[in-house]
């Protein structure tokens, strides 16, 4: 089966220009912009220009200049937020998918989350 995109997504619109957003970091495949929503003092979210809808999505169909470009943009966000292991105390990377990992926006995102004792990974609920 293969993966479905909804170029109706938020996301999209962002990319398009079509709504405003924060930017932190924009690269040849990726841009990075700050949560409308953070949860912690630094919430960035990295998403690839591209039309993926998932890490698995993505990682079956990006080009290796895409995989490269969205890795590197995710550590050079953590190094321009200063929550490296270098240069801060850490932070967590999360990326949604689908139902199950209740993705709201279905477009590729990661959140970089950091600036604070994050606490357990996982609660239940
Ligand atoms: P997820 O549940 O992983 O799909 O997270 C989606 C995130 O997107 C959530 O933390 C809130 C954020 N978000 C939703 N709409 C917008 C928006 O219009 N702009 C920005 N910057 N973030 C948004």
Known sequence: MSYTYDDKNIFAKILR???PNTTVLETQHSLAFRDLYPQAPTH???IPKGAYVSYD???AEASEDEIVD???AIGEVC???G???TAGNGFR???NAGEDG???VPHLHVHILGGRPLGLMLTQA
Do not use: D, P
């Open 17 to 19: 220009g079509e709504i």
């Open 44 to 46: 960035v979210l990295v």
């Open 57 to 59: 999505h993505f990682a």
């Open 70 to 72: 969205f890795t590197r």
């Open 79 to 81: 190094r321009l937020e």
């Open 83 to 85: 929550v490296t292991l």
């Open 93 to 95: 990377m999360i990326s």
């Open 102 to 104: 209740v993705q709201e």
